[in-house]
């Protein structure tokens, strides 16, 4: 490769890529993102490339092993170009027939596209699936149309020309304006005003700055900051360009967690080929402007997503949060001035700069603008990454995108904001989802986590849950948290297990009071939320457990009691052999098995395993 | 000399020199603030969270640790809202249900309005330590030794020697004891022997060769010595005699 040194070099050579590629030459793009990964994507590619060859077609057609596009329930997922064709759920099995068929031929093959479930109507192309079609995929759209390990993949999409710009074209001031004016708001969970934030860190005395980004993202189910560095890392990485610049920083950090072991890699793997560019490192691409960019890999603590304890990791300490009442913009990182963003916000920065503070502006809501990335996961149909407009609706996106529950079950809830968010009832549906939409309902953005329920989730249950988790990922260091969580833990445990008494919902909510109020860090303030928010919208099924000894949802094994019903029952013995403890009794057939509550432990095998629900569950 | 601002606690104008805090400000001016993790010794840790008060600062309220918030020019701080109150005594019910049977966190409870905790009884532990961190950080920031620390997360933290093995870096000094609120680091010293259990630590102590006490173990004696570049013979008699 070759040093660039100036802007004029760079868009030569962009132009010269771009120009060697036949934007009709056949293109298979195979998601070799995380979900698809453990679909065995990796074979999938290998094995095109081998049927490629043998079949003499590998200089005529490309295998391209690309970022996630976010439909991960329908993976290995892959897309054909220049058509756009889309195929799901492919297997290796299928990579002849897709050869001769679409690729020689023409053809679509009907089998590998996407059906709409309720509809029964199929796509053939990516942008008319339902999941993806009311998306705005402005930073998720680009992860299956580059290689993420590919610079040059990056490049032809336009990659650094942000950087160009401001680095010949802008002064930080300006840069700093232009951010401001898009008022983006940072993405990692506080919502906080990028371009402000920028500004004061530029402002503070230090000797040296930092840039840092957040890619700790340690929330149960979400990835999409995850999804963002394995599939377009350099999006991130010009942004944090942009950042330094702008800041007036020569030294940046990427904290992304041991468990993203391809984002680390590949994040390594941009640094060293924006730095062989001359993208990165000393004098970029000729204007005098030196940064650096070093990758450290986190342990995998929840708590080091917080910018105060992610910091105290980075400089190889335990990673503990500490009172922000001087901001990281002026003491952060080795008592620096520190901007810290996470991956999305700083994947927004090259888009703010190209298309302009106006146009961003024209994308979300008042308050909050531009898109949001979340990870719907849970009990809808279509689970995955989307990426919509900042006050797009709960229901838009939980029906529209997420194709509404399934197993013909009833929508109860979705909880947003990761674990320490809250949820939010049916009721609230049309709620249009933005930063203070989100807080006035009791729950928050956080990152971006959607996990959606059905009528089968118990609400206390669920509280529990995050509960469990906040309380096994708190540092313990102030005391509301480490022991109020216990604390709340032990009651929620309490009221499942059927040993609530009157009182405990108050006393819940008077610790929730003291998690918000007395908690050193964002973590333990916000950590009551689930439990706050399980109350103010579904009392009714605390107060069910506790006075009644009953769950409503049929969950908590304790107060539960599994029969059969005996004129659904036509014997057929299917519950008989799974039933781990023998408490079912076949009699005869067309004869109803008969249930032994004595020995029954509830783990619900033959409620799950029964075809004709004559497994009943009071 | 440091800039002097103005502010309000508790309806009193008070002056206090920027860069100190809201608790060592009150305190001097016999304000009490209740604090269990906060000694002058050492930086401040905003742990136990008691010392929090209400601010208001350009027409907004909210509630900040007094032991790490630095006055500022017109800040008004008040220390003991109903809200403050209610946060206090809901944390001192948590250390009750942590330390039951711990006569300082009882007797601090009770100056608070707090007899009992309402969590459940069969869930109450006895543990004597509240993990304020003083003695981890009166061993780093005063002594220097930095022989025990804070280990694990969450539930699980505790302080506790390198390993869990015999503290090797600790100098006997005992600056853990003396410093802790609740007084479970345990040390003695029978003869011409200190044990600090909690480390699982002893040390032979130093005879002062005039009055023949023993006064302080010979590890100690020799870090200081080392420290300061003291001649060898410099503690061979205990300061009493000298």
């Known amino acids: ?618 | 000399m440091k800039d002097r601002v103005t502010l309000t606690i508790d309806d009193r104008e008070i002056q206090a020199e920027e860069e100190r805090t809201i608790l060592e400000v009150a305190r001097d001016n016999g304000i009490d603030i209740p604090a269990l993790c906060y000694n002058e010794g050492v930086e401040p840790y905003g742990a136990c969270r008691l010392c929090l008060v209400e601010i208001t600062k350009n027409g907004r309220s909210r509630l900040v640790a007094s032991c790490l918030y630095p006055v500022e020019e017109g800040l008004v701080v008040k220390t003991a809202t109903e809200q403050v109150t209610a946060n206090r005594k809901m944390l001192m019910e948590l250390l009750l249900a942590r330390c039951s049977g711990v006569k300082v966190i009882e007797d601090l409870a009770r100056k608070m309005g707090v007899e009992k905790t309402s969590f459940r009884p069969e869930y109450l532990e006895d543990n004597e330590c509240i993990l304020c961190g003083l003695c981890v950080r009166a061993c780093g920031e005063v002594v220097g030794t930095s022989a025990i620390s804070l280990v694990n997360r969450g539930v699980n933290r505790e302080v506790a020697s390198p390993f869990l093995e015999t503290a090797s870096d600790c100098i006997g000094c005992g600056s853990c004891v003396y410093i802790c609120p609740t007084k479970c680091v345990k040390m003695e010293d029978v003869g011409d022997t200190r044990t600090i259990h909690n480390w699982d630590v002893s040390f032979r102590l130093k005879r002062c060769q005039v009055c023949g006490n023993y006064f302080a173990p010979e590890k100690q004696l020799e870090y200081i010595r080392e420290k300061l570049n003291l001649p060898e013979d410099f503690f061979d008699i205990c300061p009493n005699c000298k």
């Open chain 1, 1 to 618: 490769m070759n040093r660039l040194n100036s802007a004029q070099e760079l868009e030569d050579l962009r132009r010269s890529i771009v120009s060697r590629r036949n934007p009709n030459k056949p293109c298979i793009a195979i998601c070799a993102g995380t979900g698809c990964l453990a679909y065995g994507c990796l074979d999938l590619v290998s094995a095109f490339r081998d049927e490629l060859e043998k079949r003499g077609l590998q200089d005529k057609v490309d295998v391209r092993a690309t970022g996630c596009p976010g439909f991960c329930e329908r993976g290995a997922l892959l897309t054909i170009y220049p058509q756009g064709i889309f195929y799901q759920r492919v297997r290796i099995e299928d990579i002849p027939e897709i050869i001769s068929e679409t690729i020689l031929e023409g053809k679509i093959i009907d089998r590998l596209l996407y059906v709409e479930p309720n509809t029964g109507e199929r796509f053939i192309k990516e942008d008319d699936v339902p999941f993806y079609k009311k998306q705005q995929r402005l930073l998720l759209g680009n992860n299956n149309k580059i290689d993420p390990t590919s610079i040059d993949d990056y490049l032809a999409i336009g990659g650094y020309a942000a950087l160009a710009r401001t680095l010949f074209h802008m002064s930080p001031q300006q840069i700093i304006d232009e951010v401001k004016r898009s008022r983006l708001r940072g993405r990692g969970g506080g919502g906080f005003p990028t371009g402000a934030k920028w500004e004061s860190t530029r402002k503070a005395k230090g000797d040296t700055k930092y840039v840092i980004c957040n890619c700790d993202e340690g929330d149960p189910g979400a990835y999409m900051d995850r999804s963002l560095m394995e599939g377009n890392p350099h999006s991130a990485l010009e942004g944090m360009i942009i950042g330094a610049y702008a800041i007036g920083s020569n030294t940046g950090y990427v904290y992304v967690r041991h468990e993203y072991p391809m984002a680390v890699e590949n994040v390594a793997i941009a640094i060293k080929q924006a730095e062989e560019y001359g993208l990165l490192g000393e004098n970029i691409l000729g204007s005098g402007f030196d940064f650096k960019v070093k990758v450290s890999r986190g342990g995998g603590a929840f708590v080091c997503g917080e910018s105060t304890a992610l910091m105290a990791s980075l400089e190889g300490k335990v990673g503990e949060p500490r009172a922000k009442y001087t901001h990281t913009s002026e003491k952060g990182l080795y008592d620096q001035p520190s901007n810290l963003n996470n991956v999305e916000t700083w994947a927004n920065i090259p888009l703010i700069i190209l298309k302009g503070a106006d146009w961003y502006n024209k994308i979300g809501t008042e308050g909050s603008k531009g898109t949001k990335i979340f990870s719907l996961v849970g009990k809808v149909n279509n689970t995955g990454l989307v990426e919509v407009p900042m006050g797009m609706t709960l229901r838009e996106i939980v029906y529209d995108i997420g194709g509404g529950i399934g197993g013909g079950k009833k929508f109860k809830a979705v909880q947003t904001g990761g674990p320490s968010g809250g949820v939010i009832p049916e009721s609230l549906l049309n709620l249009p989802v933005d930063f203070d939409e989100l807080t006035r309902v009791g729950s928050m953005m956080g990152s971006g986590g959607m996990i959606v329920t059905d009528e089968n989730t118990c609400m206390v249950d669920l509280a529990k849950y995050f509960v469990r988790f906040l309380q096994e990922e708190s540092c313990g260091k102030c005391l509301p948290c480490r022991e109020g969580l216990k604390r709340m833990l032990q009651i929620l445990t309490d009221i499942t297990a059927g040993r609530g008494t009157e009182g405990d919902i108050e006393l819940l909510e008077r610790l929730a009071a003291t998690l918000k109020d007395a908690s050193l860090c964002a973590l333990g303030g916000t950590a009551a939320n689930p439990a706050l928010t399980t109350i103010r919208y579904f009392r009714d099924e605390y107060e069910a457990h506790i006075r009644e000894q009953r769950c409503p949802a049929g969950v908590c094994k304790e107060l539960i009691t599994y029969y059969i019903i005996d004129e659904k029952c036509p014997g057929c013995g299917l519950c008989v052999e799974p039933c781990p403890t023998q408490a079912i009794t076949f009699v005869a057939k067309k004869k109803p098995v008969i249930l032994n509550q004595d020995l029954c432990i509830k783990c619900g095998t033959c409620y799950d395993i029964c075809n004709l629900e004559a497994v009943g569950v009071k």
